[in-house]
Nanobody
Framework: VQLQASGGGLVQPGGSLRLPCGAP????????VSWFRQAAGKEREGVAC????????KTTSSVKGRFTISRDNTKTTVYLQMDNLKPEDTGVYYC????????????????????WGQGTQVTVSS
């Protein structure tokens, strides 16, 4: 699965970005999707995930209330909506996907994911 993440850029603090993740010819109806980010010199961390049935989502505490993960009705694209961005949100954002035995489960442990996108840079700065 060749995931493609896009939508990154330079934004001022308090601004918004929406990052789409998809793969040509692939649908997520059996796959959970997770977004990760990696700041310079730091470990890659899980940010948010959505289950394959799209009924369960998780967001890490540092972005709760500001970031929202969703999936479109065609099940081909997962979005990370990022609002009220802060400088500490700066990093390369990656999406990843895998199947879980439970359709209502998703996780944000990077070791669990096999298929990854190439990453998109998000820079929050004035």
């Amino acid at each position: 699965v060749q995931l493609q993440a896009s939508g990154g850029g330079l934004v001022q603090p308090g601004g918004s970005l929406r990052l789409p993740c998809g793969a040509p010819g692939f649908t997520f109806h059996e796959n959970a999707v997770s977004w990760f980010r990696q700041a310079a010199g730091k470990e890659r961390e899980g940010v948010a995930c959505i289950s394959s049935d799209a009924l369960s989502t998780k967001t890490t505490s540092s972005v709760k209330g500001r970031f929202t993960i969703s999936r479109d009705n065609t099940k081909t694209t997962v979005y990370l909506q990022m609002d009220n961005l802060k400088p500490e949100d700066t990093g390369v954002y990656y999406c990843a996907t895998r199947r879980y035995p439970r359709v209502s489960y998703c996780g944000t442990q990077k070791e669990d994911y096999r298929y990854w996108g190439q990453g998109t840079q998000v820079t929050v700065s004035s």
